[in-house]
Structure formats: C-alpha cells, structure tokens
Nanobody
C-alpha cells in the first residue's frame, strides 16, 4: 500500500512563502507521476502542479506559474511544492497525488491559509 502524507501547510500573510512536502512510503515504486492539487472553499479540486518523476518534467496551472515550484528528492522519495508570493486566493486544502502503475493515491491534505 502506498501512503502519501502532506505537511508544511499553515497560516501566512500575503506575499509570504510556504513549502509543502509529500513523502511517498509503502511498496517499491518506479517512475510515478506526481501532482499537487488544491481545493479552495466552494470550488472544485484543481490541479496546481505536476511532475514526471523519471524525467523531471513539470507543468503548472497558469494561476501559479512563476510563483510555485514542484520538485523532488529521489533519495528521500519526497515531492515538494515551494510556494512564493502567496495570495489570499491561494487559500485552499492542498493534496498530493501519485499515479503508480495505473493506480491513483491521494494524501489527506494540508490546509494553506493566506491572509490579506
């Protein structure tokens, strides 16, 4: 069983930064596709950033381009989301997702709140 446990959320003022972490534990994996999603109050869950573990290719939602960076530490089996220049509209629960061998795994989410 694969487990994802997000951490690093919290309360921050607009313009501030946070770094989310998502270690991947459980059975041996190879070349997952990793994503960060978020669900803002009253909205659908939306893709924020995506990373192909093997090649390191990344993609971002237009709303976060230039502010957020998704990265990985292959030795620690961990994916990160560095969030800079945070805005109140970034307030959401952030979820880590892994797609491994056609199966989808989600973390429990971590709350990010940006005050104006």
């Amino acid at each position: 069983q694969v487990q994802l446990v997000e951490s690093g959320g919290g309360l921050v003022q607009a313009g501030g930064s946070l770094r989310l972490s998502c270690p991947i534990s459980g059975r041996t994996f190879s070349r997952p596709l990793m994503d960060w999603f978020r669900r803002a109050p009253g909205k659908e869950r939306a893709l924020v950033a995506e990373l192909d573990w093997s090649g390191g290719t990344t993609n971002y939602a237009d709303s976060v381009k230039g502010r957020f960076t998704i990265s990985r530490d292959t030795a620690k089996n961990t994916v990160f989301l560095q969030m800079n220049s945070l805005k109140p509209e970034d307030t959401a629960v952030y979820y880590c997702r892994a797609i491994l061998s056609g199966l989808i795994y989600w973390g429990q989410g971590t709350q990010v709140t940006v005050s104006s």
